[in-house]
C-alpha cells in the first residue's frame, strides 16, 4: 500500500497549483467526493458538517453544497470561528456560496454555544472536518469541545464520516491528545501515514482513497512544492546553524571548486570552505571574498593530505568531493581514503571514479552518500552501459541506488533521482546549461542543501533549483549564459518557493 506524509502531500498540492491545476478545483474535488460517500451511506435526512477555518473545512463547504441540492437532505454547517477568519481564499470561497444553496450556518467563537444550539443532537449524521492534516500540538477551544461532541453522538448511534483524517489524529503517526472517533475516514488521494498504526484504526473506521484529479507529473516531477519542505533558517539561528561545507577539489582545473563553492553559499550555507591543492589556493581565493580557503600540500590531491583533511572533514556538516580533481593514481587513492572520515558526502566528476563495489560495502551505515554522475559516469560506476531508454535509464538508477545504499542523481535531460524506496525526475534546465562548470554549480548547490536536509530531498531540490535557475539565466543570456550566470539566478529561485 503505498502511503505519503502530510508534508509530502501539500508538495504535491503546491506542485499542482504550479502546473496550472488550482486548489479550488482540488477542493471542488473533495468536497464532491465526500458528498458521494454520504449518499452512498443508507437513509437521508438531517446532516451536519462540523468544519474548522481551513482547506479541510473548504471540502467540507462543496460537500454541504452538493448535498443540499438533494431532496431529503437537511444540510447545517457549523464553522468553528467567524467566516473572517477562514484561512484560505478557497474555503472562504466555498463558505460564501452556502448562503446561496440552502445550507444554514452557523459561525461559533465560544465553545458554549455548541451544545447550546442543539444542532448535535438534532443530526442523523455528523461529518468531522475540522483539522484534517493540518493538526498540530494541543487542541484549543473550541475545537476540543467540537470533537468531544462528535463523539457523544457517535456514541449513542449516530454514524461519523470524517475528511480527510479524523480530527486530532496526528498525520505522521505521532503521539495525540484526542481524536475523532469515525465510522468512516475519506482521504484524499493517498492514504495518509497517521491511518496506518494501531492507535489510528481506533479512530478511523473504513478508509476510503478516493482520486481527486491531482496531476501525475506533480508528485513524479520535483517542483515548488518540494521546496517548500526544505529546511528553513530559524530567528535565533547562529553562525554556522545553516550549514558548513566543505569543498574538496581542484588541482587540474581551478574553476570548479569555486563554482561549487559559490553556489553552496548562494544556496544558502552559512560557512563554505574550499580544501585544493597548494598551486590554485590563491586563484580559487581570487574569486570572492567570502570563500575560506585552505591549502592542500601538492600540485592536486594526494594521501598526504590526510595530515589536515579529517580534521576539515569534522567540522563541517558535509563534504562536497571532485570537482576539477584529475583522475591521477594518487588523487583518486586519496578520495578513497578520505571517504571513510565523512559523515555526508557529495560525490561529483573526478570522484567518482574512485569508487567501486567494496568501497560502498565498507562505507554502508558510516557515511550518507549522494552521487551525480552523468551519463557516461553512471556507466563507469555500474561497469556497464547506460540504457538508452527512459524507463530503462529509471529502473536502472534505482537499482544501483537501492544496492549501493546512495542516492543518485543522474543528470541529463531529464533528471533522475532516486535512493531505491522513491523516485523523483527533474525537468527544469535547458540546453544552454552543457556549458562548463554548471554540473559544479550542482555539485555545491546539493551540498548545501544536504547539509541541513535529508539526503534524498536534498538532491532533488537541487536538481530543481539549479535547473530552474538556468532557465531563468537561459532568458537573458540565451545560449551564451555562463556558469556564473545560474549561481545569480539561484537565489531568485529559492525565494519565490519560500513566499509561494
Known amino acids: 500500500m503505498k502511503y505519503i506524509s502530510s508534508l509530502r502531500m501539500k508538495a504535491i498540492d503546491t506542485n499542482c497549483s504550479y502546473l496550472g491545476l488550482f486548489p479550488l478545483q482540488l477542493m471542488e474535488n473533495a468536497g464532491a467526493a465526500i458528498a458521494q460517500s454520504i449518499k452512498e451511506k443508507p437513509g437521508s435526512g438531517k446532516v451536519l458538517f462540523v468544519a474548522g477555518r481551513g482547506n479541510n473545512g473548504g471540502d467540507a463547504f462543496v460537500a454541504a453544497r452538493h448535498l443540499a441540492g438533494i431532496p431529503g ?13 477562514i484561512g484560505t481564499e478557497e474555503a472562504f470561497h466555498n463558505f460564501s456560496l452556502l448562503r446561496f444553496s440552502r445550507v444554514q450556518t452557523l459561525e461559533i467563537r465560544d465553545s458554549s454555544q455548541l451544545a447550546a444550539c442543539g444542532w448535535f443532537s438534532e443530526a442523523d449524521m455528523l461529518v468531522d472536518a475540522i483539522f484534517g492534516t493540518g493538526i498540530r500540538g494541543n487542541i484549543k477551544e473550541p475545537e476540543s469541545t467540537a470533537i468531544d461532541l462528535i463523539n457523544r453522538e457517535r456514541k449513542a448511534g449516530k454514524p461519523v464520516i470524517a475528511v480527510d483524517i479524523p480530527s486530532g489524529l496526528d498525520p505522521d503517526g505521532r503521539g495525540f491528545e484526542k481524536a475523532v472517533y469515525a465510522d468512516l475516514t475519506v482521504t484524499f488521494h493517498r492514504m495518509k501515514t497517521g491511518l496506518l498504526n494501531e492507535q489510528a484504526k481506533e479512530h478511523t473506521g473504513k478508509i476510503k482513497v478516493v482520486e481527486i484529479g491531482v496531476c501525475a507529473d506533480a508528485e513524479q516531477y520535483v517542483g515548488p512544492g518540494d521546496l517548500q519542505i526544505l529546511q528553513k533558517r530559524k530567528p535565533e539561528a547562529h553562525k554556522g546553524n545553516a550549514g558548513r561545507v566543505l569543498i574538496i577539489g581542484g588541482g587540474p582545473y581551478s574553476g570548479a571548486p569555486a563554482l561549487a563553492a ?26 570572492s571574498p567570502d570563500l575560506i580557503v585552505r591549502k592542500l600540500s601538492s600540485s592536486v590531491l594526494c594521501p598526504e593530505d590526510l595530515a589536515i583533511l579529517p ?19 594518487e588523487t583518486l587513492e586519496a578520495v578513497r581514503n578520505v571517504l571513510p572520515f565523512c559523515r555526508k558526502v557529495v560525490l561529483d566528476a573526478d570522484a567518482l571514479s574512485a569508487l567501486s563495489g567494496p568501497l560502498f560495502e565498507t562505507l554502508a551505515g558510516n557515511c550518507e552518500i549522494i552521487v551525480t554522475p552523468h551519463s557516461g559516469e553512471f556507466a563507469r560506476l555500474r561497469g556497464m552501459e547506460t ?36 523516485t523523483l525526475l527533474n525537468r527544469t534546465g535547458n540546453p544552454g546549461m552543457t556549458v562548463g562548470g554548471t554540473g559544479d554549480v550542482l555539485a555545491g548547490l546539493t551540498g548545501s542543501l544536504f547539509s541541513r536536509n535529508p539526503a534524498f530531498l536534498a538532491a532533488a531540490c537541487a536538481a530543481y533549483i539549479n535547473g530552474a535557475a538556468g532557465d531563468l539565466a537561459f532568458e537573458k543570456e540565451g545560449n551564451a549564459l555562463l556558469a556564473t550566470d545560474v549561481i545569480k539566478k539561484i537565489s531568485e529561485i529559492i525565494k519565490e518557493a519560500e513566499i509561494g
Do not use: C, W
Open 262 to 287: 559559490l553556489a553552496a553559499l548562494r544556496a544558502g550555507a552559512d560557512l563554505v570552505t574550499v580544501a585544493v591543492p597548494e598551486s590554485i589556493a590563491g586563484i580559487v581565493a581570487s574569486y
Open 73 to 85: 437532505y437537511n444540510v447545517r454547517v457549523v464553522l468553528l470561528g467567524k467566516d473572517r477568519d
Open 387 to 422: 540504457p538508452g531508454t527512459f524507463e530503462a535509464r529509471e529502473k536502472a538508477v534505482r537499482e544501483f541506488s537501492e544496492e549501493k545504499g546512495v542516492v543518485t542523481l543522474l543528470k541529463g535531460k531529464i533528471d533522475i533521482i532516486s535512493d531505491g524506496k522513491q
Open 311 to 329: 580534521d576539515l572533514i569534522n567540522s563541517h556538516d558535509v563534504v562536497v568531493m571532485g570537482m576539477g580533481l584529475g583522475r591521477a593514481a
